[in-house]
């Protein structure tokens, strides 16, 4: 069952939000694959087949020469925050101290040309809250995502760090030495095949676990359009806190900052800042919250009628971009029905959002 579920989720078009929907549809991996020719005609997609056994088979040796392990949705040591995700991972190569990711942690991400005050600031945060028991997360980039993780491996802490690659493809490259040492005293974790080169649309996709496996995320340094911000919604719309230190108003990497500020997240002046805000967002008797379980189940469309949808979308885009709105008059949806499908099909990059609420067609 586990290779059918890693056959599920490296099968052309299967991205996370569908392979969960294709378990539910279908009750298991295997029944999926069987189904999974069918979905692909109605969507107009003729002689698909699923990923073949050999590759799989190839991706488990290599990954296994690594000293990685493959967690698989639902297992007992799959990390319990992100169960109740509707785009949760649904495999993991873990290499490292699996335990990790299931301590409560708190994400620290921000600005990759980041100021010599913003490092300073993320050593501090990081080195804090790794001292108060808690797991600092982070995306592996330059600058802030770097200065938190080599900070909590000086202290002797937990840190996760989640690589946009294969598990053993670390970028940028000089980060190397510092994920050897993450692998060593903490944990390294991937949702790609070992070797994957990472590529522009999987940086959104590590962001969005980034998030979900903190109870908070904190922006250190963030201009107003970047990655940074992506990981904030993300945590938005997972539920999780959202804190930003401030800035600034004439340095360009705090505008992001200021903005979610603007907007209501948490000031952040130092770890104690952080810390008050778990305590006062906690249940009664914890010291932190604890991930929510999954509420009731919100029906979702049988996935053949997913599949004609973004068969419908990908044919009226191109690569002149239109706008939303104009795709929400042409197919005769909501905005409702429309915006999960649109976020499906940008996570998978086949399609890319501009400027200006357009879109346009990756092909």
């Known amino acids: 069952m586990r290779l059918d579920c890693l056959r599920l989720a490296r099968s052309r078009r299967v991205g996370a939000t569908t392979w969960h929907r294709l378990i539910g549809e279908h009750g298991d991996a295997r029944a999926a694959l069987a189904a999974l020719p069918a979905i692909a005609a109605a969507a107009g997609v003729e002689g698909y087949e699923p990923c073949p056994e050999g590759v799989v088979q190839a991706e488990m040796k290599r990954g296994n ?112 030495a510092l994920a050897r040492e993450i692998a060593d005293k903490g944990c390294l974790i991937s949702e790609h095949p070992p070797g994957l080169e990472p590529q522009a649309r999987h940086f959104p996709l590590r962001n969005r676990i980034v998030a979900g496996l903190s109870r908070a995320v904190v922006v250190v340094e963030a201009a107003a359009k970047s990655g940074s911000l992506i990981t904030a919604k993300a945590g938005l719309d997972y539920g999780r806190e959202v804190m930003a230190v401030p800035g600034h108003p004439f340095d360009a990497r705090a505008s992001g900052c200021n903005m979610l500020l603007r907007d209501g997240a948490v000031l952040v002046r130092g770890p104690q800042d952080v810390l008050e805000a778990l305590v006062a967002s ?80 990756v092909d």
């Open 65 to 176: 020469s690594l000293g990685a392990r493959l967690l698989v949705h639902g297992e007992a040591d799959y990390p319990r925050a992100l169960l109740d995700l509707p785009d949760a991972p649904p495999v993991l190569w873990v290499l490292g101290d699996v335990s990790l990711l299931n301590r409560p942690g708190v994400a620290l991400v921000g600005a990759r040309n980041a100021s010599s005050l913003g490092v300073r600031m993320a050593r501090r945060l990081a080195q804090g809250l790794a001292g108060a028991g808690l797991a600092v997360i982070s995306g592996m980039a330059r600058g802030i995502d770097a200065a938190a993780h080599a900070a909590v491996v000086e202290a002797g802490g937990a840190t996760i760090a989640v690589l946009a690659g294969g598990i053993d493809v670390v970028y940028p490259p000089e980060n190397d």
């Open 282 to 361: 906690a249940h009664p008797g914890t010291e932190v919250r604890e991930p929510s379980l999954p509420g009731p189940e919100v029906p979702q469309p049988p996935l053949k009628e997913v599949a004609l949808l973004h068969s419908m979308i990908l044919s009226r885009l191109g690569p002149s971009p239109i706008a939303e709105d104009q795709l929400v008059r042409d197919l005769n949806l909501s905005p409702a029905q429309l915006a999960p499908e649109l976020l499906s099909l940008e996570l998978e990059g086949r399609i890319v959002r501009q400027p200006g609420g357009l879109l346009a067609r």
